[in-house]
């Protein structure tokens, strides 16, 4: 019996979250395209994200029969073992012969035969105790840290955090929430719109129900939202109702200057850009240039081309000559209020994690604050349940910049009310102004989990109404060095002005090719031309010097326009991995991930490799010195097929025709019954392909059989 492929799919995914530290939901997105059944599809998802969710519950288990940790077995043995035992515990519907059987077989595939009785013996004592709570088998002296992070599925050290600052009882209601499949939400960017697109999604299989905190959000079920044509046209996004609230709360008006920082993936820049309208100005940076190529197909796809990108690392001062009127920091953290939907965080996540994120959230957040026009908002926000990266983040802050003040909670509560679902917008309403409790949203996954304090995170500039003497007389010497500037700028313009009027109204492109930035910019300045970045590439070239330019060097060119360059990010430096067996599908996606691309692609016939995979590649595995994106790859087209000559079946009895052509290995694909006289009736009186041509056991064969 061949292996299922909802079963495969999710091994393989499996597999490479533990080697390749790959997120879950990523790899399955890119692994589950249009050619995977729904069905498939969904128990895929469900084995997958099983799997990592209930991790430690499961090697709790399976280490009672193999006495030594999964981890400690080879990578394909301890993910077949996990898959088999999720599916005894918690997939009823699915027998349990099958599941024994398939991870026997996963483990064969993965070419690791020598433990398939390893795991088929564990898997058959598992299943004789499958329906036996996993309480009875905890040790009795056990701490309480201890028991409910194996029965729930958590780490040790995470589980005593909570515990301490939750409670048992909210500490076990987060547990729980971390292991229950979250509802898939979309944001709905055209309301009026509503009824037409819930209509369609609801066509095309799905079942669609209403958002639990806003208006414009909707869940769905029953199949992928990204298949239909609804979101290809950019009329929706799959994005948690928490996080649609973020870009809310900062009340952004029609032209204002807006600065997402942490833009990537770029769920919550379009509501930003919408909000400012055609006269504002949306920025969209990120520190990570692969995450940005994945922010402007988001953009492409919502037909949201204008907004600028910027890779950008925001733990130095900005580099911005401008103030922002909004200013969103949604700052990378440790991922502890998403677990329910990355599983997998919460066993790569370590106590020590926390400081550092707490040390770059605050230098995020203080230049963001620096970068603040008066009178303007910002708002912090993470996914995380730990104080490290939300309230003493943002007392940190306040310390480094003082002049910054909070927005008080009934003014966000006149934010969000036009937004929010009926139910909701009464339960905000029926709350007293004064009431400080009031959840704020600290941080957007732990919305229904939890409550933060009154240390929210939306913060806003106020003006200075008034100065010291030494504030004033610092101000004066500002304002004269600045005139004396313009002064000087002015000056220098008319004079250059004055040359290029003598001269004529062109001049002769230089070729800027292979200088620096700064010395690319003074030389066209220096001509009355100006110098637009349009990309930056990696290429052998030095960091900022011109790769490219446009219009080309010695083009007559009139006085103003300006050069548009590609500056140099300096040679690509990537780790290129091991190709080698995985199949040409996931070779694209692995390389993906790691800025890179399949280039030309050859194959061969080569025993030993299944059809598709990858048997070599260029450059060779490890490469850190990249000039090209482009990885070469050799696949596979499998042993190579028998080839015979069509042998003379005519005369011939037909089962003796057809137990030949059986025994060298081909097959008959037709019969045709023609009338003849009765003593040849059952002999085969023609063949397809004619006999001596070259056939093997692709080829399709035909025979007129007399009747």
Not at 284 to 300: E, K, V
Request: a positive charge; proline letters at 8%.
């Amino acid at each position: 019996m061949p292996i299922s492929g909802a079963r495969r799919i999710a091994f393989d995914v499996l597999l490479r979250v533990e080697s390749e530290g790959a997120f879950a939901s990523d790899l399955l997105h890119a692994e589950l395209d249009a050619s995977v059944k729904p069905a498939d599809a969904a128990l895929a998802t469900e084995l997958t994200l099983g799997v990592l969710r209930w991790r430690r519950l499961l090697d709790f288990l399976l280490e009672r029969h193999t006495k030594k940790p999964p981890d400690r077995f080879d990578a394909a043995v301890g993910i077949s073992l996990r898959l088999g035992l999720y599916q005894l515990r918690f997939l009823g519907r699915v027998p349990a012969r099958a599941a024994v059987h398939e991870s026997v077989e996963l483990v064969k595939r993965a070419r690791k035969s020598s433990a398939a009785g390893l795991v088929n013996a564990v898997l058959r004592r598992c299943s004789e105790e499958s329906a036996q709570p996993a309480e009875r088998w905890v040790a009795p002296g056990a701490s309480a840290a201890d028991r409910l992070g194996i029965l729930h599925s958590h780490p040790t050290w995470l589980v005593e955090r909570w515990l301490s600052r939750f409670g048992e009882a909210r500490a076990i209601a987060i547990l729980d929430a971390h292991n229950r499949t979250p509802r898939l939400s979309c944001a709905l960017y055209d309301v009026p719109r509503r009824a037409q697109l819930i209509a369609s999604l609801e066509g095309s299989g799905l079942v669609v129900e209403p958002g639990l905190l806003l208006d414009s959000a909707f869940s769905v079920s029953g199949g992928s939202p990204a298949r239909t044509q609804a979101f290809q046209e950019g009329l929706f996004s799959v994005q948690d109702e928490a996080s649609q609230m973020i870009p809310l709360l900062l009340a952004t008006n029609t032209g204002d200057r807006v600065l997402d920082l942490c833009a990537a993936p770029g769920g919550k820049t379009p509501p930003l850009f919408r909000a400012a309208g055609k006269s504002g100005l949306v920025v969209a940076a990120d520190r990570h240039a692969h995450r940005l190529r994945a922010l402007r197909a988001q953009f492409h796809r919502l037909s949201l081309d204008r907004i600028p990108t910027l890779v950008l690392d925001a733990s130095r001062p900005l580099p911005f000559a401008t103030r922002f009127d909004r200013i969103l920091v949604d700052a990378p953290c440790s991922g502890t209020g998403t677990l329910a939907r990355h599983p997998e965080i919460r066993w790569r996540l370590r106590p020590e994690n926390l400081g550092g994120l707490h040390d770059l959230q605050t230098s995020l957040l203080v230049n963001a604050l620096h970068t603040l026009a008066p009178s303007g908002r910002l708002v912090y926000a993470t996914c995380s349940l730990e104080p490290e990266e939300n309230e003493e983040v943002v007392l940190a802050a306040l310390r480094l910049v003082p002049q910054v003040r909070r927005v008080p909670p009934a003014e966000l509560e006149r934010t969000l009310a036009p937004h929010l679902a009926s139910g909701i917008a009464a339960f905000l309403a029926s709350i007293p102004p004064t009431d400080s409790s009031l959840p704020l949203l600290s941080w957007p996954s732990a919305w229904r989990n939890t409550r933060p304090s009154d240390n929210n995170s939306i913060l806003c500039r106020d003006r200075i109404m008034w100065m010291t003497l030494r504030d004033r007389l610092h101000w004066l010497f500002r304002m004269a060095l600045m005139l004396f500037i313009l002064t000087s700028v002015a000056f220098l313009s008319a004079l250059t002005a004055i040359r290029f009027a003598i001269q004529g109204r062109e001049v002769a492109m230089p070729d800027v090719v292979g200088r620096k930035a700064g010395d690319a910019q003074l030389t066209l300045r220096s001509r009355g031309l100006g110098m637009i970045v349009e990309d930056r590439v990696y290429n052998p070239l030095p960091v900022d010097q011109v790769v490219r330019q446009s219009p080309p060097p010695n083009l007559r060119v009139k006085i103003g326009q300006y050069a548009h360059v590609v500056l140099s990010l300096g040679p690509q430096k990537v780790s290129i991995p091991s190709l080698d067996g995985i199949s040409l599908r996931m070779a694209r996606i692995q390389l993906l991930r790691g800025g890179m691309q399949v280039g030309e692609v050859s194959s061969a016939y080569l025993p030993g490799y299944p059809p598709d995979a990858v048997i070599d590649q260029d450059p060779r595995p490890g490469t850190t010195d990249v000039s090209s994106p482009h990885e070469d790859v050799l696949v596979s087209l499998g042993p190579r097929p028998l080839s015979y000559a069509m042998p003379d079946f005519v005369g011939l009895p037909l089962g003796e025709a057809e137990a030949r052509i059986n025994s060298a290995g081909l097959k008959v694909n037709k019969l045709n019954l023609t009338p003849e006289p009765e003593p040849l009736h059952g002999t085969v009186v023609a063949e397809m392909p004619p006999r001596g041509a070259r056939v093997d056991s692709a080829t399709p064969i035909e025979l007129n059989v007399a009747e």
